[in-house]
């Protein structure tokens, strides 16, 4: 794992957005795998502007979403469906129906995840995966645990990371219980990973990180087995 250290959010954005850029400029029609939250806001601000500036074509790209709560409508303001489209989408050239987010809007959400992973795999896999992480080590909704899930799944979530995002909701209750989430191992294939380490909270695990330790209590150390991960700290 290479660990580049910025002195500000911004510079966190700028890198993160630059390598975004490299990969498509070699490989155009890559498989992009994204992330919603706080970390990478600063990242898609800055690829809306690359885009619109001529310096970044998504035209042959696609991309699949880490995770999304469930049960919850895609056009709920609080959905992660919403948030790519408000934060990212909406504002560059992606082709209609090339960026996919899981639903958690459907009946059966088994089936959604056994769909979405063989949508990815059918794809060739993902190129190029960004990741954010949670204070506690969490990846997507990968939450620390006695064992990981391999596959694509249903979670319950944790109370921390049900506090964590109480922001973006009107209270604790209101935010959903339950995620779909891409598992260890659609992330761990992926053949890069640029990892997000946004902010005081994540200092302890950004020490863990460093320490080189690997355990399902933090399952973001899993990334230290990965050959390829750019991780970008800024806290
Ligand atoms: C989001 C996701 C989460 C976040 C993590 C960090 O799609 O999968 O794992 O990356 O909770 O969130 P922020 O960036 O808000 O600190």
Do not use: N, P, Y
């Given at each position: 794992m290479k660990f580049i250290i910025c002195e500000s959010y911004e510079e966190l954005s700028d890198l993160g957005a630059k390598i975004i850029a490299e990969q498509l400029q070699k490989k155009p029609d890559s498989v992009l795998g994204l992330a919603t939250g706080s970390s990478p806001v600063g990242m898609y601000q800055q690829l809306i502007k690359m885009y619109q500036e001529g310096k970044i074509d998504f035209s042959k790209a696609c991309s699949f979403n880490l995770d999304e709560y469930y049960p919850i409508a895609n056009e709920d303001p609080n959905s992660y469906n919403y948030f790519m489209n408000d934060n990212l989408f909406n504002h560059v050239n992606f082709t209609e129906g090339s960026t996919r987010v899981p639903n958690?809007?459907?009946?059966?959400p088994d089936l959604e995840c056994k769909s979405y992973e063989q949508a990815v795999l059918d794809k060739g896999g993902i190129d190029l995966q960004v990741l954010g992480i949670g204070p506690n080590g969490h990846i997507g909704f990968n939450e620390p645990d006695d064992q990981l899930f391999v596959h694509t799944h249903v979670t319950g979530l944790e109370p921390a990371t049900i506090e964590a995002n109480a922001r973006f909701f009107e209270s604790a209750e209101s935010v959903p219980t339950k995620a779909i989430t891409m598992g260890m191992g659609l992330i761990m294939q992926a053949k890069k990973i640029l990892l997000l380490i946004s902010g005081k909270s994540k200092k302890d695990v950004f020490e863990q990180l460093k320490n080189g330790m690997v355990t399902p209590q933090n399952p973001a150390s899993f990334l230290l087995l990965h050959p390829d991960v750019t991780t970008i700290v800024c806290l």
């Open positions: 958690g809007s459907v009946a059966d």
